[in-house]
């Protein structure tokens, strides 16, 4: 196995309605199968939605302050904060002030 260095501050960011995106960990980049990490930044009033996927999903809090909705209740958060989703859970998290960025880890289910 060889080591893999990624500098994320030199791939591409994509605007999808929900902020702004770069892969960062993905089969093309570095030969993972069975994970995507992603880094997300929203500016203030933007929303990200984690939809329930049948994957197991991380988000962090990278930089900044925003808000995380899980089963219909708000929960400030910042820098360091975070959430772990389940395969059939959901959260959203909006930007309170300037820039948020995020962390965003996809761990596919391993069949048993």
Request: without cysteine; glycine residues 14%.
């Amino acid at each position: 196995m060889t080591t893999t260095f990624i500098d994320t501050n030199k791939l591409p960011r994509t605007g999808a309605g929900q902020g702004e995106f770069t892969e960062i960990l993905n089969g093309p980049l570095a030969g993972a199968k069975n994970v995507l990490g992603t880094l997300r930044w929203l500016n203030a009033g933007e929303e990200f939605r984690a939809d329930a996927n049948g994957k197991h999903q991380l988000i962090y809090l990278m930089e900044g302050a925003g808000v995380i909705k899980l089963e219909g209740k708000d929960y400030e958060a910042s820098k360091g904060s975070g959430v772990y989703l389940g395969p059939e859970e959901r959260a959203s998290i909006r930007a309170s002030g300037g820039t948020l960025k995020l962390f965003h880890l996809e761990v596919n289910q391993i069949p048993r």
